[in-house]
Structures are given as C-alpha cells and as structure tokens.
C-alpha cells in the first residue's frame, strides 16, 4: 500500500491523502485551505500527475468542512471519472456549501478583496454533483479500481465531528491475509449537544491515519463540557440581565446548530428567559434546516430535537433593523466563528464591543490572528484596552464581557491515545495537525505503545505501508 499526502499535513489546510492499494487509487478528503486563494488553497494533485501508475478510481468526502470538502469540484473536473462517496448528509450539505463557497471567491474578485481566479463556478458544482454517491454507515462499499488486483471494501463510521461526519475503514485481502486501514476524518469521542460521540471497528487495524488537530492543546483534555455549558450558561444570564446583548460567534455548520440547542435548554432549565429573542442569520439557517430534515435517519442524541424548535428570528438585514434589534436584551448566534472582516459577527461585534452591558463569547476554535483572538487577548489585558477587530474601524475600547468557552467537536489528545488503545495499529500516520500537535503525539504513543510504528510525513512524502 502507498500513502502520500497532497494536502496540508502539518498544519490545518487542505485535507486530501492519496492511497494506492495494488492497482486502486483512492483519495481521502478533497480539501481546500482557508487561510489560502485560489489554486495556492488546493491539493497538490500534480504529484499523482507525475506517477504514470497513480489511479485515482474513487475519491471519499469525510464531511462537509471546507477544509475536506472545498476543492471537490476541482478534483472532480481533474479525475472526471472517479467515483465521489460521502454520506447522505454531506452530500446534501455539499450542495449548499460549494454553491456559496463559488459565489463568494467570484464575489471576492469583484470587490478587489483578491487577484485569485474563482477555482470554480455554480455551473461547475451541478455539472458534477451527479457523480457524489451517498452510503449508510456500517455498511460496504465496493472501492475496487478498473484495474484493482485486489478486491478493496469499504465502510463507513460515525465520526461525531458535525452531521455526516465519518471515519472510514478499508479492507483487502494480500496475498491470503486481510489487511485494514482506518482514517479518523476529524473525528470526536464525547457527546456534543446534538450529536452523539463516534464510533469504531471492532476489530485492531493494521494502519491508523489518525487526526492530531488538539495534539499541543494541554488545557483542552482538562475541560469538562457540561461544566462548560454552566459558564456559559451564567455568563449569557449575566449579560442579559444586565439589559445587553451576547453575540456567540459560530460556524455555520455544528457549531451553530449546537449553540442553538443549548440555548434552548438554558431557557428550558429558567437559566435565562424563555422571551429573550434568538437572532440567527445566512448559510446557518439553511444548515440548520439539514439537521432537522435529517434528524431521524442520522445520529442523534434525541432524534425528536429540532433546531427551528427553538423560537429564533432572522437577523435584520436593514441598518436601522439591526440597531433596532440591539437595544433590548437579545442573543445573537452568526458567522464567522473567528470574527473575520466582512462577516456578520464581526460587524455585530463592531456595534456592541464599547459598551460594557454586552458580551462576546467564543466557543469556537481561533486562530491567533483573527479579530476573535485579538478581542479575547484585548479584554484579558483589561477593561477597555484597545483592540482594532476590523481595519477600516480602526480602535476600539473592549469594554464588553469577552470569554472562550471549549465546545470542540474534535477529540482532545488523551481521547486521541484511547483511540489507539481500542484499535491497537500496527502503524499510525498523524495527520490534520501543526507541528507541535504532531509531535505531542507522537512523542506519547511511542511512551505508551512502543511497538507501534508512528509516522509525521510531510507534505508531498510517499510512504510504503
């Protein structure tokens, strides 16, 4: 079995890992990088160009995050004759997401934002969208390639990231001995609010290709979520009480969604009042119609949970609509989850980041830069430090309430080495991590499993497994 990574390996990027098992050609994920415009943000497919003997038969979405799902369309029209695979949730979130996703890089060419060609257009996404294939988890999927000298199975599992999340199993027989690969995906042990924790195979694995996204992340294995979800649940009162607003900056897909329902249980439980309008705006709203189209044929902690259950008003659109919505006591739950220019959250948060009524909770995932890390270093430093969130405002005092709050649909790192406790590999490839995560990792599966070989390959290395 070959191995090489074309996407990002030691950082969070592009996800995309091609697998040669005999004559099949398998692709992992077709990701894109976010932090990245136009082709500098895909795969490096030109490395399978240059192996004659490279196939790429069938191409696997683990779930519909930008960074596995973003350059399907560039991948497809590259290999128009493999087969995509994903499940049924991925495959009807992809055809709201990568319809956005044109619309906003051909958007960022006209406003002058970027010099970046769009990758792709609408048309591009429809053209090709009749070749994704969804399958049921636990169940198998014939992967063999046209010219596949062995028999290649394939299986998914629930990998409890976001809806349609999933791991996926590989299975072959080599010269008389079955042989299995598992690849995590972005994968998450613990319950979430909505969605249940993952499952695995049964059976030990030869090869793991296992996720390291919280690898260098110590405080994250030491948070309880349910303790969490009481600080939240206090801090939102708080601001509420006090007659102000709390912004809780989210990702449209899972993060969203679980912000709503813990919403809903904190009025349910008398936490904060059941009157206190929900605003939620843009592509969420459309996810979130996913979820409960979805909710009895996908894994659910209560399948009977609806996110529009949960009273909620689109945000105004209207300047005078939205400073209107902001002078009563209201929870606002928007994209993006770091706060970056031109979204909604960041604009909310421009108008209520002064005044110290008001609050701005993260509970997500961000990245140093971004305008929501600034803010949480800003107010960490002091009631009204200066922070500048978006350049064309330019300073502002930070004088609102700022908290992070950990609600992470990945699995912290001691999740991560119980994970190889239960499927004992022979070998593990770390990927879908920055350097010290990897490292972290490696460095304590070596401590606790000395016998298991434990690989960090860059990006572009080829591995013999």
């Known amino acids: 079995m070959i191995y090489a990574s074309l996407g990002a390996s030691e950082e969070i990027g592009a996800s995309?890992?091609?697998?040669?098992?005999?004559?099949?050609?398998i692709l992992l994920d077709a990701g894109s990088d976010p932090e990245q415009e136009g082709a500098a943000s895909v795969p490096d497919l030109q490395r399978i160009d240059a192996k004659s003997d490279w196939p790429v038969d069938h191409i696997i979405v683990t779930h519909a995050h930008h960074d596995h799902l973003g350059s399907l369309p560039v991948v497809v029209r590259k290999f128009p004759h493999a087969h995509v695979h994903m499940s049924g949730a991925t495959r009807t979130l992809s055809d709201i997401l990568l319809?956005?996703?044109?619309?906003?890089?051909?958007?960022k060419l006209n406003e002058g934002s970027t010099t970046a060609d769009p990758l792709f257009a609408e048309e591009d996404v429809e053209a090709c969208s009749y070749l994704y294939l969804s399958h049921d988890l636990e169940t198998g999927i014939d992967l063999t390639g046209l010219k596949g000298g062995y028999?290649?199975?394939?299986?998914?599992?629930?990998?409890?990231?976001?809806?349609?999340?999933?791991g996926v199993h590989l299975s072959w027989m080599e010269e008389g001995k079955e042989r299995t690969l598992f690849y995590t995906g972005d994968?998450?042990?613990?319950n979430q609010t909505i969605i249940p924790g993952a499952s695995y195979p049964d059976d030990p694995v030869d090869v793991l290709l296992l996720e390291s996204t919280l690898g260098a992340d110590a405080e994250s294995e030491n948070f309880d979520r349910k303790a969490e979800e009481k600080r939240l649940?206090?801090?939102?009162?708080?601001?509420?009480?006090?007659?102000?607003?709390?912004?809780l900056p989210v990702f449209a897909l899972g993060r969203g969604q679980e912000m709503i329902a813990l919403v809903d249980r904190f009025k349910s439980r008398g936490l904060i009042d059941e009157n206190v309008p929900v605003y939620t705006a843009g592509m969420m709203r459309a996810i979130s119609d996913v979820y409960d189209k979805s909710r009895f044929n996908t894994p659910r902690l209560n399948e009977e949970f609806q996110v529009y259950g949960v009273p909620q008003k689109r945000l105004p659109r209207s300047e005078n609509g939205l400073v209107e919505a902001l002078k009563t006591p209201c929870i606002i739950?928007?994209?993006?989850?770091?706060?970056?220019?031109?979204?909604?959250?960041?604009?909310?948060?421009?108008?209520?980041?002064?005044?110290e009524k008001n609050g701005v909770f993260l509970v997500g995932y961000a990245r140093e830069d971004s305008p929501a890390a600034l803010l949480l270093e800003a107010r960490e430093k002091g009631k009204g430090t200066e922070v500048t969130i978006n350049k064309g405002r330019g300073p502002q005092a930070a004088n609102c309430d700022v908290d992070r709050f950990r609600?992470?649909?990945?699995?912290?790192?001691?999740?991560?080495?119980?994970?190889?406790?239960?499927?004992?590999?022979?070998k593990i490839v770390l990927v879908h991590g920055e350097t010290k995560a990897r490292e972290w990792m490696a460095d304590n599966i070596k401590f606790f499993y000395p016998d298991v070989e434990v690989i960090s390959p860059d990006r572009g290395e080829v591995l013999d497994l």
């Open 16 to 25: 995309c890992h091609y697998i040669k098992i005999d004559g099949t050609g």
């Open 99 to 107: 319809p956005a996703s044109a619309r906003l890089q051909r958007k």
């Open 151 to 166: 028999a290649v199975e394939g299986e998914f599992y629930d990998a409890g990231h976001v809806l349609g999340s999933v």
């Open 187 to 190: 994968t998450g042990l613990r």
């Open 233 to 247: 649940g206090k801090a939102m009162a708080k601001v509420l009480k006090k007659g102000g607003c709390v912004l």
């Open 333 to 355: 739950a928007v994209g993006s989850g770091m706060m970056f220019e031109r979204t909604i959250s960041n604009k909310i948060a421009q108008k209520i980041v002064e005044n």
């Open 407 to 426: 609600f992470s649909g990945h699995s912290h790192r001691r999740d991560l080495l119980y994970l190889v406790d239960v499927l004992q590999p022979k």
